[in-house]
DNA sequence: TTGAAAGCGCTAACAC
DNA sequence: GTGTTAGCGCTTTCAA
């Protein structure tokens, strides 16, 4: 492996003019950066990226951090990865799994192994995952309230009240509603938009609600749910396309049929909805994953890249 | 950050002994270790994995490289990343998109960024890539037969058969076949099967044969060529179940019934073929997944991880 | 069983 | 413009 030092010895020019038209940084005559720039060719000389790491103590490296895998998670991924590619980092993913686990991986900001962390589902609390922040910077698309942890969140009450009172317009007086966990802050906002809209709704029911903490396995469960119910709900609203899919798949495999018998309603317009032909909604997971990047990458660096604007709104089956 | 170098001058006692203590080789008196330990504990000393790095000329990181996102690059990512963890090496993403950027990244085997290379989707020749398995092992799950090249691959042929037959036995007289490129040895490998089959059972019709490079798009595309075929299949086998999704999904946008009118299916036994309800064949790619790494393992490391078995089946839609 | 010393390959003051 | 020098934090001979 040819090394800056092969160089310095082969042009007889120093280390640092060599690493000076490596880098790009500072002056170097025309004369010298020609003969550098032939024996770096002429040597295949590839910089060692990890020396550079050690010496800035950067390593252009950005950790992505799931809990678990679910579809959504590929999808987002893949948005976040190219936007950071095309800046010049790279993406390291995690499955945490478990809460120390997650500590761990947090802990990498802490040894320069990574620059900065972006997380898709947490474990620990966000106090405890707020005190890292000072190692390196954080962002998330959850719904949080930290000075130091960037949250690129959307608000789910307008678009959920609007989706609500657009199923009540067509018909739906009885919706159900499958939602995340409550300590989730957009949980909470969907429950006050129900709320809202039923106290100016009487005639509505929004009884049918259910709580999860997790993706998999949740939408077979609600099926089983909904089929036991008594006064089902004509339609009901997910809180991710997955779930809500396998809602539908469900419910086919027990013979009813979708949207007749059950209308359902995914949010993320995700590839997945469209397979599946359920309308959903458009909570821009996509700018959202391009804005959490952005985030990270002007607390890097000294430019200022600009945030994508975000319009959350219904999409129809089509 | 405290440093190695830090937690010496607390203790006086020198870094190669406190080294000795943290990376767990060779021998230190049980007296100083404790005084080790209580001192890294009470400093909260966190090695610095880059440094480490650079003196070892190790990362313990391996590159996952693919092409494009689709929706088994998750599930597939998913398992190879537990199983790396597992084993101490985390996993770098790499959406290639160009020949020019795959090369690049495989560059980074040369100045021990990445230990090694896992290969989803390729696009420049094997030839070329396999050139840089002198830099670090290289894995995949595609059939390829070159010697510095581990291909965990899976014959189709057999399986493939076998389901034709099974199809066959069930009524399906006229089977269309919507294939991947000609240049991946499975594509070959299944013509093989199909022509060989229509060989020995001449009423059989296989003459419906799509080929593909790519995953988007492609299964819109397939129903509408389906769409407009005069003698239709009555059954249509994929090389990937999320093309086979979009079949189904735009086969019912255009009112067509499925299985009814056309019996789907699908190849790997991913979530969706369960999401879509249709039959699958499970090519094993959660056992690929382990043993492209495990390979990876073995080339790197002095101990032998056992591999895992594979049984190609066809899976049922339930 | 321990410590001194020599780097891994690169960058960045600083001096000239 | 360019070279000298001093590290980044760690591991690993080698000698004691």
Redesign the interface.
């Known amino acids: 492996?040819t090394t800056i030092y092969d160089l310095a010895k082969k042009t007889g020019i120093s280390k640092s003019t060599i690493s000076r038209v490596v880098s790009g940084n500072g002056y170097v005559s025309e004369t010298k950066r020609k003969i550098i720039l032939d024996a770096m060719h002429e040597m295949n000389y590839?910089?060692?990226?990890?020396?550079k790491?050690?010496r800035k103590?950067r390593?252009n490296?950005i950790g992505f951090l799931t809990k678990e895998?679910f579809?959504l998670?590929?999808?987002f991924?893949?948005s976040f990865?190219?936007i950071a590619?095309k800046h010049g980092y790279?993406?390291?993913?995690?499955?945490t799994q478990t809460a120390d686990?997650e500590l761990k991986t947090l802990?990498?900001l802490?040894?320069?192994?990574l620059d900065a962390v972006f997380i898709l589902t947490r474990i620990n609390s966000w106090d405890t995952i707020s005190s890292y922040a000072k190692f390196g910077p954080i962002s998330t698309w959850h719904r949080v309230n930290r000075p130091n942890i960037y949250s690129n969140f959307i608000d789910h009450y307008p678009i959920y009240y609007h989706v609500i009172d657009h199923l009540y317009k067509n018909g739906h007086k009885n919706i159900g509603h499958v939602l995340s966990s409550l300590r989730n802050a957009n949980t909470r906002a969907r429950i006050r938009a129900i709320d809202d809209f039923n106290t100016s709704h009487p005639d509505s029911n929004q009884d049918f609600r259910l709580f999860y903490h997790t993706q998999t396995g949740t939408g077979e469960d609600a099926a089983k749910k909904w089929l036991a119910t008594k006064n089902r709900p004509s339609s009901v609203m997910f809180y991710a396309d997955f779930v809500a899919?396998?809602f539908i798949?469900t419910l086919?495999?027990n013979g009813k049929k979708v949207p007749d018998d059950c209308l359902v309603v995914g949010s993320d317009n995700s590839?997945?909805a469209?397979?599946?032909?359920m309308p959903t909604i458009d909570l821009c997971f996509r700018n959202q994953a391009h804005n959490a990047f952005i985030y990270l990458y002007n607390e890097l660096n000294p430019d200022r890249l600009p945030y994508e604007n975000q319009n959350p709104h219904w999409v129809d089956a089509?």
């Not at 590839?46 to 020396?51: K, M, R």
């Open positions: 492996m590839i910089p060692n990226q990890v020396a790491n050690l103590k390593t490296t895998y579809p998670v590929g999808e991924l893949n990865t190219k590619a790279s993406v390291n993913v995690y499955f686990k802990r990498l802490t040894t320069h192994a899919a396998e798949s086919r495999k590839e997945i469209h397979m599946m032909n089509y």
